[in-house]
């Protein structure tokens, strides 16, 4: 078994176990609002969190790109958000814009989460990978 | 047994099977770290596989141990067209040339950038010196059949691409470029048959993937733009497919909540679930492409009469 690092190998932390397809993490950020609304407004930052905690188990090379795309997706979020709530408490033009902002927000929250899972992918298909053949011998 | 070993990673490096080349190329250098050359071929496996910054920083590394190896700048050159700076990638060439004036690939490469550049005499000249320096090269014969399908002279294509595939039945390029000519030509089944056999080689050639798309497209139009769709979604780059995923989120949001203002409230809905079922398409659907092209696959034989 060879024991050479390649650069953008992930280095899995031992709580492997919890390591799950970004995808799945993904679907449900987008699915789960349907059936129950979590709260604090648990649907905009649930997902980033636990897509960063599955890059640090997952010891993911693009971690800190992972990170820094959470930390501006999360500062856009916040300041639509603030946004939103200034004009929902003006109706007139807030009536007209609101729907619009709401589609903004999850757009913004939706692009957020497809980068970081994109970014985390690759990472993840490395680890299978390198996992498929630990299993093998 | 080194010896051996490094032998079996070209081997693997040059039929394609980077995974494997990678794999034998790690185990060679957990015992010998400070070989240029591994991880020289390293760098040209992970390119191939897509793993670009990991590609760059071993061919560093392979540069800061010995940087008067020819074949390192080829590897450089290749990266750089990947990232699409074209200058660099000429630059990397001819430093391969200075270092070995006899380098058919360099010449290729250059050929290649021309080629994009679209820059047709000073492509067919850079083919021209690399079959004075090899004249028997495969990839040259293929370089040239390339050239002229481009033209549209399908007689001498035709002709070069039969040489190659003469000296080497299975070489990826060849048979890629036999079957654009074969579906240039109409000859749906000839075509059919290389682009499968380049995708069973390799099943990353997106350029082989892109030729069996367009082959569906011929057999049957629907079909085929079902093909043609999953096969360039599955290879758009991360950051692409974001934003046409957020386009369509956007397109259909912005339609429905009009749609909504005017007063069509069901219709708006409707419109809204077009997103969902995009998103569960992009998740069912790429896969079971994939499934579909693996079963075509399977019912592959290799005819000795192609």
Known sequence: MSNYQIIDEPKPKKIENFIVDPIIILLASIFIPFILNPPMFGKYWMPIVWLLANGYFLGSSTIWKEVIISFIGSILLVGLIILFLYFYQNPGLGDFITPYLRIIIQATLFLTLYLIVFTQANSYSIHEYLKEQRDDT | ?306
């Open chain 2, 1 to 306: 047994m080194n010896n051996y070993k490094f032998e079996a990673a070209q081997r693997y490096s040059h039929q394609g099977f980077h995974n494997k080349a990678i794999d034998t190329l790690k185990e060679l250098l957990a015992d010998d770290p400070n070989n240029a050359i591994y991880h020289g071929l390293l760098s040209a496996n992970l390119l191939a596989k897509g793993r670009v910054y990991a590609a760059e920083y071993e061919l560093k590394i392979a540069l800061n141990i010995d940087p008067a190896v020819s074949y390192f700048y080829l590897v450089m050159a290749r990266i750089c067209i990947f990232k699409k700076n074209l200058k660099q990638a000429f630059d990397s060439c001819n430093e391969a040339l200075a270092l070995n004036v006899e380098s058919a690939e360099a010449f290729l490469i250059k050929s290649n950038i021309y080629q994009m550049l679209d820059k047709r005499k000073e492509s067919l000249e850079c083919i021209q010196n690399a079959a004075q320096c090899e004249p028997e090269s495969i990839d040259v014969a293929v370089a040239f059949g390339e050239f002229y399908l481009a033209q549209n002279n399908f007689n001498k294509a035709d002709k070069f691409v039969r040489d190659a595939l003469h000296e080497d039945a299975q070489d990826e390029d060849a048979n890629l470029l036999m079957g654009n000519l074969q579906l240039k030509l109409g000859n749906i089944e000839e075509a059919e048959y290389h682009a499968k056999f380049v995708i069973l080689q390799n099943p990353e050639n997106q350029a082989a993937l892109r030729l069996f798309s367009n082959i569906k497209l011929r057999k049957n139009i629907l079909f085929g733009l079902w093909w043609r769709f999953n096969s360039k979604v599955a290879s758009l780059s991360n950051v692409k497919s974001s934003l046409v995923l957020i386009s369509a989120f956007l397109i259909f949001s912005v339609l429905s909540q009009i749609i909504g203002d005017l007063g069509y409230d069901s219709l708006a809905k409707s419109v809204s679930y077009t997103w969902l079922i995009l998103v569960i398409y992009s998740w069912i659907g790429i896969p079971y492409y994939n499934k579909t092209l693996k079963k075509e696959l399977e019912k592959f034989s290799f005819n000795p009469h192609f």
